[in-house]
């Protein structure tokens, strides 16, 4: 028997406390070194929602390149966290109300310098950057409803490639990729009897593994998304509004 404390289950106070956004919280000092690594971590998560609502307010790739280079780093020098209160403390709205104020005061300022004479803060992929944005359909969609479209795929995106890692690690490499599109109850997944089939299971068994699945996705979700809230009740909450903006 293990003489050590058992995991906190996800969204308890014990497991939240160590998440990055409170440890920034907590600090409030962009010296701290424990601070500065938690922030430094969230940003190099959540640059493409960033560098997306730049390119949608009318800023060209480059601009928008430098635009959000400069925004990190003016984040991670200056006292912008004074403005980020417990109360009022989701990750994602402070970022955009801190780029909000940046974009509009900094600008002039910016554009006069050497293009690209930005320290690079976070790896902004250009290339990327500009199919992903060129592939989306968001027609008539403000940039604000954009953003938060944007924050929600990438915390899917990575809450996915995390469970494909676990998978791989555990051997189950095979069973994940037969399985992936039944996460999110997918139309083109196959049916389970087709599956079971395929790897040679019973289709009871399928529906187990799924379910299995299905949870573990969801506790990947919950703590990628405490890593951006300020309390643990305010998961789900954050949770909802994400996935509300796929439906306007």
Known sequence: MSSGNPTPPPGSKAWFVTTHWSVVLSAQDPHCPRSREALESLC??????????????????????DLTQGFFARLLEKDYLKTAAREKGRFRTFLLVAL???????????????????????????????????????????????????????????????????????????????????????????PYAEIAVSLKLTEAAV????????????EILQREIAQTVSAPEE?????????????S
Not at 110 to 128: C, L, N
Request: net charge positive.
């Open 207 to 218: 529906k187990m593994a799924v379910h299995r699945l299905r949870s573990r996705y969801r």
């Open 235 to 247: 998961i789900e909450e954050e949770i909802r509004h994400l996935f509300s903006a796929f439906g």
């Open 100 to 190: 909000k104020r940046y974009l509009a005061n900094e600008w002039d300022r910016q554009h006069a310098q050497k293009r690209g004479g930005f320290a690079s803060v976070v790896m902004i992929d250009q290339e990327m950057a500009e199919s992903r944005f060129a592939s989306e359909a968001v027609h008539n969609l403000s940039p604000d409803l954009i953003f938060d479209r944007q924050w929600a795929m990438t915390l899917l995106e990575r809450t996915m490639t995390q469970l494909q890692q676990e998978y791989a690690a555990s051997g189950r490499s095979r069973l994940f990729k037969n399985l992936r599109s039944c996460v999110a109850k997918d139309e083109s997944a196959l």
């Open 44 to 65: 190099r998560t959540c640059w493409y929602p960033l560098y997306s609502y730049v390119r949608r307010s009318g800023h060209s790739p480059p601009d928008a390149e």
